[in-house]
Each structure stands twice: as structure tokens, then as C-alpha cells.
């Protein structure tokens, strides 16, 4: 699959690469992350050089996962966290992306670092994301899915237009546990324009 980025506003979705693997490791320690993603517990230096190597720039070639940096679309100034900064002067935001199953569906993911949540990137850059994926891609149906208490993912899947459509119940292990799970989607006529 070729690489693509993807421009919203001021941001800009762009593949991974080796570079981001310091920030990747920062924010997988952050408490939210850890507690409704499905991460290997304690996470070393060397999960998020497997997640940037592997999950992102080895299956994006593959086809299998397209994942992004979420980033702002120019030099940003302000403090921000030295791994935060990209070599361009741009700031590292988030993370957002999909899982493809060959078969025209994606699963979507994301996870924004503390330090630029509730400013509505997430929304934007899903939004974004998933009008590349029915438009580009093809895709015709993208799935969500989230542990049972995690409204912020909630919030942001309807506010781009996700049908939560039911409750799974145990059917992920976070920590250890199993936990229940919202499971939504949105067909590539739900997306809203604009
Ligand atoms: C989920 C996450 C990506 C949202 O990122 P964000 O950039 O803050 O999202 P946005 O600013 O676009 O929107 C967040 C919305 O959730 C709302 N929200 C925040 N915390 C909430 C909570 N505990 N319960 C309900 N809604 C909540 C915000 O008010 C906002 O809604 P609004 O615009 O109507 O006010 C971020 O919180 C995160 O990284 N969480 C940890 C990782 C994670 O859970 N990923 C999803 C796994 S399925």
C-alpha cells in the first residue's frame, strides 16, 4: 500500500516513522492509554519500537494496519515536551488508525497525548481519517470499539457520526481483566460532510 498523508485544517495525518518512537513511548506510559489500550504492561522502550516498526511501517506496507501521526500541519510554537517536536518544527499530537481486514472493513484506533486532548483533535483527525478510508480506500464499513466507561472514545466516535450499536460483554482483557465493550460503526453514507 503506498504511503499517504492526509491534510484537515491544521493538522496533518502522516505515516510513522523511526523518529516518533521516543514519543510513542512517552505517551503508551501515559495512565489513560495504558488503562483502555491493550498494551503489554510494563511498557519498555522496545513495545513502542515494535509498534512504530512493525504495526506501523511494516503493515502499512503489508496493507494490514494504516496508522498515522497526528500532527500539527505547521512549525508549532510554545513549550511542549522535547519528543513532541518533530525535526520540522511540527508537534506530535496523537495517534490515529486503522486495522484493515482485506475484506473492505477497518477497526479503528487512537490515542492523543495528554497534552493536546480535549481541543477536539481527536474528532478532527477521525473525521479525516475515516473520510480517507471510505474515499480513498474504499472501505465499506469502519468498526469502534471501546471499553464500557470510556466516554472521551465514546464521545468522539458519535461526534463523528458512530452508531454505538451494542454492548460485548468480557470480550477484551485489559490489565488482565476482562471487560466489556462498546461496539460501534459507521457506513461510508454516515459520514457528515465538511
Ligand atoms: C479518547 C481521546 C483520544 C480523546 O482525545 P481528545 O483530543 O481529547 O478528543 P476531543 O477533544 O476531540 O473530544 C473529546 C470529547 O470527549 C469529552 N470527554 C472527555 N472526557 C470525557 C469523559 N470522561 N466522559 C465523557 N466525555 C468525555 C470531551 O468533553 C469532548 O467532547 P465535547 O467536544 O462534546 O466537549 C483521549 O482522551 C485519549 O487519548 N484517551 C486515552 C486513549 C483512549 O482511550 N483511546 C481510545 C481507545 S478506544
Redesign the pocket.
Known amino acids: 500500500m503506498d504511503r499517504e498523508t492526509i491534510t484537515t485544517g491544521d493538522l496533518r495525518l502522516r505515516p510513522f516513522e523511526e523518529a516518533d518512537i521516543a514519543w510513542v513511548h512517552r505517551v503508551s506510559l501515559d495512565p489513560?492509554?495504558q488503562k483502555?489500550?491493550q498494551l503489554p504492561i510494563p511498557y519498555q522502550r522496545s513495545d513502542a519500537e515494535h509498534f512504530v516498526r512493525e504495526m506501523c511501517v511494516a503493515a502499512w506496507d503489508s496493507g494490514t494496519r494504516a496508522e498515522f501521526v497526528v500532527e500539527s500541519a505547521v512549525a508549532a510554537g510554545g513549550s511542549a515536551s522535547a519528543d513532541a517536536i518533530s525535526a520540522d518544527g511540527r508537534l506530535r499530537l496523537?495517534r490515529v488508525g486503522l486495522g484493515l481486514d482485506r475484506v473492505g472493513g477497518g477497526e479503528l484506533?487512537?490515542?492523543?497525548d495528554p497534552a493536546?486532548?480535549?481541543?477536539?483533535?481527536?474528532?478532527a483527525a477521525v473525521r479525516a481519517l475515516c473520510g480517507w478510508a471510505f474515499g480513498s480506500l474504499g472501505l465499506g464499513l469502519v468498526e469502534w470499539?471501546?471499553e464500557v466507561g470510556?466516554?472521551?472514545?465514546r464521545?468522539?466516535a458519535e461526534?463523528v457520526g458512530f452508531t454505538v450499536e451494542a454492548v460485548l460483554r468480557q470480550r477484551l482483557v485489559h490489565r488482565g481483566v476482562r471487560v466489556d465493550v462498546w461496539v460501534g460503526s459507521m457506513l461510508p453514507s454516515e459520514l457528515p460532510a465538511g
Do not use: I, P
Not at 109 to 112: N, P
Open positions: 489513560m492509554v483502555y489500550l496523537g484506533g487512537y490515542w492523543m493536546a486532548r480535549g481541543r477536539g483533535v481527536a474528532t470499539r471501546a470510556n466516554g472521551a472514545s464521545r468522539v461526534k
